[in-house]
């Protein structure tokens, strides 16, 4: 036998921390039981997840793999693991106070952000179907809890398990698309299936419906969304400003990963379904989210209608779509934390209040609060010079090279069409009567707002830092 | 010729009780059933040369699964009567979804073609039957090959726990709760009070 190397272990080092580093929070938690246990835990947490950053930051350029192939580590990876760990970073911001005014502060709650995050880098970096779906899972368990987290507001249990019955429904058919494609290539490493399935077949397309069907429902594509509102809605705000952020960028990976590494000479096949599903997101985030009131319902459909954006950008099947999906999701989380940063200042009292209406006279009341929520829902609605635009811009951008000059035009029109209800927001911020204004914005809240609301502004002045990294990432794939 | 025999048995009993698990009024009897369907089953898979997946039927499937589900149904007061009730009315609805499936997985089935590049892409060829039992080959490969599988399947189950007790444990105040080092660190002087008792007077307190 063989002494371990240990360094074969290097390229899941950022797992090995967080996963480690979860159970060690969660015996800390367990065994010390005194008043400020949850806040230490909570930044204990966000020091672990900057750490795995910083190791993701040190590791040497190319391509790494271990565990026999089941695990790749390339700039795709790279790009996408940073991305997630800043979004639960800031998720777990974000929670601090709410939890605190709440009285619901407890440590696992950080202990199962942590791990959810350890499945994003899992399934960021999987390059098989197995390492895939227990990547998927490790996140969605975590999740289906987080949703539930306050366990004696009906609501939120009701969030929970619909969330948890929907999502094992699509485990289950993911699994099933899964088993069809091992069955038909034999393989179930990536790199394997593209090299066996190079002419359709009957099975095989079955098999990526199925696939794709799993995928549809972690990223909340229509025909896939139908929780999406209700979980969000229903769930623990800062759990829902976490929903919207890290997992959908892995989830988003994901696709891109499993999709444009194992199928890439049935590309036609694919194109199909992921142009419809991007169509119909595009459409339904943007016309179903004009009737609503209530503000985690109305992002709800902003982000499904996003994921339709983006997926325009996989539909292409190019190097430059992979580029224009790795941007996408990256300005996405950008705007939709610090909207939600916005959503969790909505504080009257002891009581948050999430309804549109409570918004009116924002900008008498609370002229920078508002000013910033502006700036972010004009660029969640694309308007130039705003980082939304840009976005926006290079997902149609590879769409037109492809050739889906249809794609680009709907896309174009939903986004118009989406841009109403974004602005009808600020309308009500700034041309209806105040109503009874909230309770002072915490530093944190603050801080996220602030850097998410110049992101966004100052993008235009200095793009390239992201443009660039999305562009090797992307090329790492081909 | 015997193998063929305990075939039959083990076959026509599995059905007959897959059958009894539906057809019975009463719930725990319908689990009843369930296990014996389970232990037949698993009779089946050791006449097939698949002892592993015979030991884990047994152990998961008869051991925990069907178990808890005795435990549930004698727990609860479920009424399987009255949930039976709208079982005709969505029969017909039911039964098309059925059969529309049940085509297409034969739609599937019937397009089946063996890939012809199939035997490149398998990783490692698989051997006979009797030079290695399926235990020990998925022994040889479950905590090496496979390791990093196995303690991500640890960790979701990790998950679940931490979700299981984060979702319903509850701190009561009233209950009481054994304290092994308070039990342990009891001493003669801090458990036993003497006290003179005057003739006729009783205890106070």
Redesign the interface.
Known sequence: MDVVDFNTLRPALPELLLAGGAMALLMLGAFRSSEGTATLVNWLAIALLLIAGAVILAMPPGTQTTFGGSFVVDGFARFLKLLALTGSATAIILSLDYNKVRKRQKFEYAVLILLSTTGMLMLISAADLIALYLGLELMSLSLYVLAAFDRDNARATEAGLKYFVLGALSSGMLLYGASLIYGFTGTVSFVGIAKAATAPSLGLIFGIVFLFAGFCFKISAVPFHMWTPDVYEGAPTPVTAFFASAPKVAAAAMFVRATMVSFPAITAQWQQIVVFVAIASMALGSFAAIGQTNIKRLMAYSSIGHMGFALVGLAAGSAEGVQGVLIYMAIYMSMTLGAFACILAMRQGDTFVENISDLSGLARTKPGMAFFLALLLFSLAGIPPLAGFFAKFYVFLAAIQSGLYALAVIGVLTSVVGAYYYLLIVKVMYFDEPSPGFERMPFALKAVLGVSGLFNLLFIVWPAPLINAASAAAKSLF | MISALFFYLFASLCVASAFMVIASKNPVHAVLFLILAFVNASGLFILLGAEFLAMILVVVYVGAVAVLFLFVVMMLDVDFVELREGFLQYLPVGGLVGVIFLAELL??LG???I?P???????APIPAADAISNTEALGLVLYT?Y???FQ??G??L???M??A????LRHKPQVKRQNISDQVARTKETAMEVVKVQPGQGLSQ
Do not use: F, H
């Not at chain 2, 590049?117 to 990783?123: E, G, L």
């Open positions: 739609l599937v397009a089946w073609v890939n590049s199939m035997p490149q892409t398998i990783t090959r390791v990093y599988y991500a399947a960790l979701v990790l998950v679940a931490i979700g007790i984060v979702l319903t």
